[in-house]
């Protein structure tokens, strides 16, 4: 597989991440926050929404082209939200979480998987008004490496990207870091990095096989398919996968916007049911689904081959990493990615808590603000998913507590 650098810019927020690129993602949408730039995005998606009355709104879906869309993605291909009474149109594909975030505010797309870190930041961040209605999937990240790093503390002098500040890939990579007596740090290219930091940089997930390859970083970590793409193209090997550090961990989860869910409910409801039956066929049919998103799929969802995408969504090696050690917790009887829908409370309280000893680039002190049983109430709107999952059977369908409880367990 090909890989070349996107030809948009990344996010970056150091004041030189060495990738020649610019802050302007990230401050534009930063920029949210202030009325200059929220008064016209917010009109025109108001203007779009207005446009359909009822739940004659077409579910427009934004995504990046990572196994984290595949609910989203099977849904539309499976033709599963048209078995729903609802419209559809192609989904959009964009390359930076920046790009993704900017067109659901301003309404160009309403139904998105976004990183559950960023949620919060959207909702409380930049104060805009929208929910978590579903997770996406479980695990389906690892923090990949050039082949001469054996372990955590060989990344000490060295540079490592992650997608988005406020990404689960952050809070779990500093959690190792801190673990290993290592502290992230954010250096200008050029400037030394002392053997205890490790220089944390943002790159769009479609970049970092080929930075890894160019020697430009010491690892990423991620979600898949680029993790088992490096592996493939013997780019680099993966040190350890995000679900074997907190377990059954949510990465993306849908997100729709207050306006939709308050104006057309059972158009929000039938957006859930559809997904929720899609995360059901894809765990019963993980070969299938890596072709139906594969680049020589009918809809050519992904530029991925279905060798890639099968070693994700299909593997049947996960036992191998097991026994070399890269998976340590081997009672946990997890799959390198799995998918179920109910968003769990003590997850996003847990989150909350996690971030706040993160280091994050910008304006952080709205997370001081928040608190997580709070945010578990009001961030997410589990109503929608509580039917979709009795609909197709209950809980115990995707392996579920019948009471939707469980605690949560981080290993580092």
Same mark, same amino acid.
């Given at each position: 597989m090909d890989y070349k650098p996107a030809t948009r810019p990344h996010i970056c927020l150091s004041s030189d991440c060495g990738c020649g690129m610019t802050r302007r993602d990230f401050l534009r949408l930063s920029a949210l926050t202030g009325a200059g730039l929220a008064v016209p995005m917010l009109r025109a998606g108001d203007a779009m929404a207005q446009a359909a009355k009822g739940d004659d709104v077409p579910v427009r879906i934004g995504y990046l082209p990572i196994t984290d869309a595949t609910p989203l993605l099977v849904a539309h291909a499976r033709k599963l939200f048209e078995a729903e009474g609802l419209r559809t149109e192609a989904p959009r594909l964009f390359r930076s979480w920046a790009q993704i975030v900017e067109a659901f505010v301003s309404g160009q797309v309403n139904v998105i998987h976004l990183l559950s870190p960023t949620t919060l930041w959207v909702r409380y961040g930049t104060n805009f008004p929208a929910k978590v209605v579903a997770w996406n999937h479980m695990n389906g990240s690892a923090l990949t490496v050039a082949h001469d790093i054996n372990k955590v503390?060989?990344?000490?002098?060295?540079?490592?990207?992650?997608?988005?500040?406020?990404?689960?890939?952050?809070?779990?990579?500093?959690?190792?870091?801190?673990?290993?007596?290592?502290?992230?740090?954010? +250096?200008?290219?050029?400037?030394?990095?002392?053997?205890?930091?490790?220089?944390?940089?943002?790159?769009?997930?479609?970049?970092?096989?080929? &930075?890894?390859?160019?020697?430009?970083?010491?690892?990423?970590?991620?979600?898949?398919?680029?993790?088992?793409? &490096?592996?493939?193209?013997?780019?680099?090997?993966?040190?350890?996968?995000?679900?074997?550090?907190?377990?059954?961990?949510?990465?993306?989860?849908?997100?729709?916007?207050?306006?939709?869910?308050?104006?057309?409910?059972?158009?929000?409801?039938?957006?859930?049911?559809?997904?929720?039956?899609?995360?059901?066929?894809?765990?019963?049919?993980?070969?299938?689904?890596?072709?139906?998103?594969? &680049?020589?799929?009918?809809?050519?969802?992904?530029?991925?081959?279905?060798?890639?995408?099968?070693?994700?969504?299909? &593997?049947?090696?996960?036992?191998?990493?097991?026994?070399?050690?890269?998976?340590?917790?081997?009672?946990?009887?997890?799959?390198?990615?799995?998918?179920?829908?109910?968003?769990?409370?003590?997850?996003?309280?847990e989150l909350v808590r996690s971030l706040l000893t993160t280091k994050v680039e910008g304006d952080a002190s709205f997370l001081a603000k928040?608190?997580?049983?709070?945010?578990?109430?009001?961030?997410?709107?589990? +109503?929608?998913?509580?039917?979709?999952?009795?609909?197709?059977?209950g809980p115990q369908v995707f392996g579920l507590p019948a009471n939707l409880l469980r605690q949560e367990t981080i290993v580092v």
């Open positions: 503390t060989d990344l000490g002098g060295k540079t490592v990207a992650i997608p988005f500040w406020y990404s689960i890939h952050n809070i779990l990579l500093q959690k190792l870091l801190v673990a290993n007596g290592l502290t992230a740090v954010t +250096r200008p290219r050029g400037t030394s990095i002392a053997a205890n930091e490790v220089n944390l940089i943002v790159l769009p997930p479609a970049e970092m096989v080929s &930075a890894l390859a160019g020697k430009g970083i010491a690892g990423f970590i991620v979600a898949d398919p680029f993790n088992a793409a &490096a592996e493939i193209n013997k780019v680099g090997k993966v040190l350890r996968f995000s679900g074997d550090v907190w377990k059954d961990h949510a990465c993306c989860v849908t997100f729709l916007s207050e306006r939709d869910i308050a104006e057309r409910p059972q158009w929000a409801q039938r957006v859930t049911n559809a997904i929720v039956k899609a995360q059901l066929w894809t765990r019963g049919n993980q070969l299938e689904a890596a072709k139906l998103l594969a &680049a020589n799929g009918d809809n050519r969802y992904t530029p991925h081959t279905v060798e890639v995408l099968a070693k994700v969504l299909s &593997a049947t090696d996960y036992k191998i990493y097991e026994d070399s050690g890269v998976a340590r917790n081997k009672g946990w009887h997890q799959r390198r990615i799995d998918f179920q829908p109910y968003p769990f409370p003590s997850y996003t309280e928040l608190d997580p049983a709070f945010v578990a109430r009001d961030l997410v709107d589990d +109503r929608f998913v509580r039917v979709a999952i009795d609909a197709v059977g």
